[in-house]
């Protein structure tokens, strides 16, 4: 019987090379990755090998599939697993990176924003809608909206975080550094709206709805702080030990 276990991922967007960097590890510990699973990966015991890994963002129609990871089994890469248009390559050390040069490396953030767009999108704007329609009703109908408003944000909310952080990424290889700078104003301005929310709230029936949507955007900015603030600690003290 296959012995298998689960690791967390730091969410690709975010943490790419720390999550490579991770599996890279593991795998000298004897435990290879065999999939992706939800929010992170599975990975299953054999025998410990050296391994570096990377990944691709590119979505395949079904004729594409053979000729795409044909191309990168040429060049050294093996084919693990995907997940959507998110596909799990390893190879052994020295092996010829998937990406080498700008262009290529803006190509593979395009393609990555540009899935994540469909699904973040509507749900920003479906949030959007009804927060308002929460803020605007009263009683059960209000109640109501909440309920839909937090579901939609729980989703949207990390979405968006996902696509700001692609294109900042893209616009990192691409020199544009007063958008990457624009970027990192975002948490201050989400937590300035947050205050803006409470001294300006309005009448007793938007004041449930305002100071939900006040706690979530706190935790919007607070959640991603925390966990960059644990990952580079780890990323630290991984780098004295080593």
Known sequence: MKQTKYITSGGLAFSE??????????????????????LGYTLEKGES????YSVDYRSLRE???DEYFDFFS????????????????????GTKPIYTDRDTTIEK????????????????????????CAMISSGTLQSI??????????IAIPTAWTLITTYRNKWKIE?????????????????????????????TNTDSAINLL??????????PSVIWVIMSLDQQMRRKRA
Do not use: C
């Open 17 to 38: 090379d720390q999550d490579m960097e991770k599996l890279r590890r593991f795998s000298l510990k004897g435990w290879h990755v065999s999939g992706f699973t939800f």
């Open 175 to 203: 020199e544009r550094k007063g958008l990457v700078n624009l970027v990192k104003t975002i948490p201050f301005l989400l937590l300035l709206i947050a205050v803006l929310l409470l001294l300006f709230g309005g009448d």
């Open 145 to 154: 909206f909440l309920g839909v408003s937090v579901i939609s944000s729980v």
């Open 49 to 52: 090998s050296d391994y570096i």
């Open 74 to 93: 040429s060049s050294g890469w093996s084919h693990i697993a995907s997940e959507a248009n998110i596909h799990l390559f390893r190879a052994q050390p």
């Open 109 to 132: 953030y395009n393609d990555s924003s540009d899935s994540i767009k469909k699904l973040a999108i509507p749900f920003i704007l479906l949030s959007a809608l009804v927060w308002v």
């Open 63 to 65: 004729n594409e599939e």
């Open 214 to 223: 006040t706690y979530m955007i706190a935790g919007a900015i607070a959640l």
